[in-house]
């Protein structure tokens, strides 16, 4: 090492910057540590190395010049000689008996252009991800991570991770003035580090290390780190070729109103799990080879995953989400979710996701008082505190957040390909007296009980997806008469896609819950949903809600002994898929499983091994493979002229009768229901065309489990007038059962 008398000590630093350098209480690092000139133009540089026994300024190819000792701490400092460039510099350092060559990160100026921050504090930045957070990149030759925080009313923000001992005294970031971002490329970082911020709040107190809001990836739980991970469609050359790709991969996959969508809601944890390894998740790769060929086989066209952003408890099934950014680490590497979704477009199979904008919870390594202050929550808990999940709600009024969550959006369909989100608690937001007593809650500036911002984001959220991706498709689940949730938000509503039928789901499992000998007085339970079934564009939900919390499963829910039990279920689905309305059925509903559902283990499988759970998956793929091929029963599902009565007030009977229409009239179906263990023979059901129609689907059939009942595959109608139709058949109705006949062809 050079005895270089520009090593002497530094005379510009005070004692107060020095202290607040040391004790990781400094604000404004970069205007301490790397390169600065001191007043003859002569560059100084100053590095932070706690630890350190000595220090090194490599330039160029001058010898090495080393650095005076500030303070035994670790605090170096170096005047360089004249006619010496600071540029490029490399510090090498003695870390006990070995030297290590490292790259200062105070000698990088600022990384994030003015441009992103301005949108980002307007509200306006439609890809926030792209700049906050952490982003592994190159910067003038030299690779490391770039990290950048939100963080306004912090007083110093650092980075702490594997790269720095988990030191926060080490990485104090720089405060971009404009907008309150903290940001600093660290060399030594790179993917695979974790990581937290360590914060100070707005009186210099200490704060809970937090992980990022925009992190892409975490660690499984309990721990609670961020990970470094790269985007790698951050480009737009790259965002557009993968675009196109999945376009040209996902052909078979539709989302539109007139499409068969048959929605198969999976709880990814719990699908299946491997007992013989501890009772494992199955990982992404697995699911590939598990899942997809299961719903491929039984003929859904969507699958629909609870919310796999990273989570605390297990039990919360996902919807308390605290890296809203990172797909769980519980099923492995982000790369695997789109490798996952990938492979279902392959399948001819769209992904939808849940996505939970509606609260997040309080855990302190998360969101909650992020800096000190309600940062993404409102400071009034009567609107920033959900009374029944214990959560928080976010300030939906606020431009980051509103630019966090509707980023947020657009990166699972951008980055991940997702073809559509499920928003969850859609309610919620709408009103802010949702669950609350007069006085517990804040009108809005009109007085009412309208959350303007929320409705603002969501149409902001669905009109922004629109533009990005015209096939993405958007669900809420909403369960009030809010009018408009699936209007277009340039004629004031919503601009959902599809909204789940909370009525029609809590209407028609009443009813089937009944003892048929009761029934009769309850048929408006099956017919009322038709009042409204057209007001909005539906989607049809025997969802995870109905089969949880001491509910039972759906088998559970049907009365009378084993067969009838299965009877009854059988026959509700046929209803429910000859029903106006898109399908969405929850995993396990579809083989009768009998317990209720449980997060922590597998589906009953075995349950498969027997006849009468065998029959409910045949009866359930067949009814998907018949939606499918079956213009009538998808094509109009939005549309009041696809639907008509034939028999609607049969209370003596309890049996039903409805036609669907497609375009092309002649294609009709009609869906005739006995909601009785009684077998009728004979009935008269009137028909729009006259010839031989052909029983596509008979709930009663033995190849279901049932007793085979029925009218040996087809019945010829005859010149008898019944139900204002010139034409009538006389069918066999089976017990317990749904019959979907088709049209003359």
């Known amino acids: 090492m050079r005895d270089d008398p520009e090593s002497t000590p530094d005379q510009a630093i005070n004692e107060q910057a020095l202290a607040a350098i040391i004790g990781g209480r400094h604000g404004d690092p970069f205007a301490v540590l790397g390169p600065h000139p001191d ?43 004249p006619g010496i460039d600071s540029a490029g510099y490399r510090l090498r350092v003695q870390w006990g008996d070995d030297a290590v060559l490292i790259d200062d990160p105070y000698r990088f100026g600022p990384t994030i252009e003015p441009t992103d921050i301005w949108l980002h504090a307007e509200g306006r930045h439609e890809r926030p991800y792209g700049f906050l957070g952490a ?11 770039r990290f950048a925080l939100w963080a306004p009313n912090a007083t110093r923000v650092s980075v702490v991770g594997d790269f720095n001992a988990w030191n926060d005294t080490r990485h104090p970031m720089r405060r971009r003035p404009e907008a309150g971002v903290w940001e600093i490329f660290i060399p030594a970082a790179c993917a695979g580090d974790r990581y937290k911020f360590s914060l100070l709040g707005p009186q210099g ?13 975490a660690e499984f739980r309990p721990a609670t780190a961020s990970v470094v991970s790269a985007l790698p469609l951050q480009d737009p050359q790259g965002r557009a070729a993968r675009s196109a790709a999945r376009t040209a991969s996902r052909a078979a996959v539709a989302s539109h109103r007139e499409a068969p969508i048959s929605i198969y809601e999976v709880h990814p944890g719990s699908w299946r799990r491997v007992p013989g390894q501890g009772n494992r998740f199955l990982s992404w790769d697995e699911l590939i080879d598990e899942l997809i ?61 849940d996505w939970v904008p509606g609260h997040f919870p309080a855990d302190a390594h998360a969101l909650a008082r992020f800096d000190g202050t309600p940062l ?43 073809d559509g989100l499920r928003v969850d608690a859609v309610a ?56 408009g949730v699936t209007q277009a938000t340039s004629a004031g509503g919503l601009g959902f896609h599809y909204k789940w039928n909370m009525g029609w789901m809590n209407d028609t499992l009443r009813f089937i819950a009944r003892d048929p000998a009761h029934r009769r007085y309850h048929l408006d339970e099956l017919s009322f949903g038709l009042v409204y079934a057209f007001s909005e564009n539906f989607v049809l939900p025997i969802s995870h809600d109905e089969v949880v919390h001491g509910k039972g499963s759906l088998l559970g829910k049907m009365p009378g ?14 209803f429910m898929f000859g029903h106006p309305g898109k399908k969405l059925l929850f995993m396990g509903s579809e083989f009768a499983q009998v317990r209720e559902w449980n997060h922590d283990v597998s589906l009953d499988w075995h349950l498969l091994a027997e006849g009468a759970h065998a029959g409910v998956q045949h009866a359930v793929r067949d009814l998907n493979r018949l939606l499918r091929t079956s213009p009538a029963l998808h094509e109009r599902d939005c549309e009041p002229d696809g639907f008509e009565w034939i028999i609607a007030d049969d209370r003596e009977n309890t049996v039903l009768a409805f036609a669907r229409h497609a375009r092309a009239r002649a294609t009709s179906m009609l869906v005739v229901c006995n909601f009785t263990p009684i077998v009728r023979h004979g009935y008269r059901v009137g028909v729009p065309h006259a010839g031989r129609w052909q029983e596509r689907f008979n709930s009663d059939a033995a190849h279901y489990g049932g007793s085979g009942v029925g009218n040996f595959g087809s019945v010829a109608s005859d010149a008898v007038p019944m139900h204002g139709h010139a034409q009538s058949l006389s069918l066999t109705l089976p017990p317990l059962s749904t019959l979907i006949l088709g049209a003359p062809e």
């Open 376 to 418: 993404y929550e409102h400071a009034d808990p009567r609107e920033g505190w959900h009374p029944d999940w214990q959560t928080m709600i976010y300030n939906f009024g606020r431009h980051e957040v509103r630019c966090f969550l509707a980023g947020n959006a657009r990166y699972w369909v951008e980055e991940f390909g997702i």
């Open 39 to 81: 007043a003859d133009g002569r560059t100084r540089i100053r590095a932070w190395l706690p630890g350190a026994r000595a220090a090194e300024v490599l330039t160029g190819t001058n010898p090495p010049l080393a650095m005076a000792r500030i303070d035994d701490q670790g605090l170096f400092t170096l005047r360089l000689p």
């Open 135 to 145: 982003h592994p990149c190159t910067l003038g030759g030299t690779p490391g991570v």
């Open 561 to 574: 002994d084993d067969w009838q039990r299965f009877a009854n279920l059988r026959a509700y689905l046929g």
């Open 205 to 217: 107190e200490a704060l809970p290390w937090h992980a990022d809001p925009y992190a892409r990836q």
């Open 428 to 483: 919620s937001m709408l009103y802010r007296d949702y669950s609350r007593e007069q006085g517990q809650w804040v009108p809005n500036r009109d007085g009412g009980r309208e959350n303007y911002e929320a409705i603002s984001l969501m149409q902001e959220v669905n009109a922004s997806l629109g533009r990005t991706d015209p096939a993405v498709v958007t669900i809420a689940e909403e369960s009030t008469a809010w009018p």
């Open 293 to 353: 060929p299961y719903v491929a086989d039984m003929g859904f066209t969507h699958i629909e995953l609870l919310p796999v952003a990273e989570h605390p408890f297990d039990g919360s099934w996902g919807y308390q989400p605290t890296a809203l950014y990172a797909p769980t680490a519980r099923l492995g590497e982000p790369a695997g979710l789109q490798r996952f979704v990938d492979a279902c477009h392959d399948a001819g199979i769209g992904v939808v996701l």
